[in-house]
Nanobody, 122 residues
Framework: QVQLVESGGRLVHPGGSLRLSCVVSGLTFKDYAIGWFRQAPGKEREFVQGINFSGIFTYDGRSAKGRFTISRDDAKNTVYLQMTKLTPDDTAVYYC???????????????WGQGTQVTVSS
C-alpha cells in the first residue's frame, strides 16, 4: 500500500533548472526521513540529498554541491528536489525513498519510488 511517486524529470539543457516531486502515500509521512537518490547506467545508486522526518535537518550528497535544495510539505505528503546549474553528469534516473532515519546508504531506506528520468544535454 505504501507508494512513492516521483515526477518532474525531463530533458533539460546544461545550466538549466528542474524541480522533482515525490508524493508519498500509505504511511505516516511525518514519521519518515526522505532521501533522493540517482542512478546512471553502469553506476551505483548515489545519494543526492535527504531530509529528516521533521524537515529541520537536511543532508547533501557530494553530487549536490550546493546546487540542489530539498524540502518537504507535510500537508501535501510531498518532498521536492530543486536542482539548478545542471550538467550532463546529472543525467540519471532519480528516485525518492522513505526510511526510518536519514542516511546516505540506499539499504537504510525501506520504501522506494519507481524513478523519474532526468536527462541533461545540449
Amino acid at each position: 500500500q505504501v507508494q512513492l511517486v516521483e515526477s518532474g524529470g525531463r530533458l533539460v539543457h546544461p545550466g538549466g533548472s528542474l524541480r522533482l516531486s515525490c508524493v508519498v502515500s500509505g504511511l505516516t509521512f511525518k514519521d519518515y526521513a526522505i532521501g533522493w537518490f540517482r542512478q546512471a547506467p553502469g553506476k551505483e545508486r548515489e545519494f543526492v540529498q535527504g531530509i529528516n522526518f521533521s524537515g529541520i535537518f537536511t543532508y547533501d550528497g557530494r553530487s549536490a554541491k550546493g546546487r540542489f535544495t530539498i524540502s518537504r510539505d507535510d500537508a501535501k505528503n510531498t518532498v521536492y528536489l530543486q536542482m539548478t546549474k545542471l550538467t550532463p553528469d546529472d543525467t540519471a534516473v532519480y528516485y525518492c525513498a522513505a526510511g526510518e532515519s536519514l542516511d546516505m546508504a540506499p539499504h537504510v531506506y525501506r520504501y522506494w519510488g519507481q524513478g523519474t528520468q532526468v536527462t541533461v544535454s545540449s
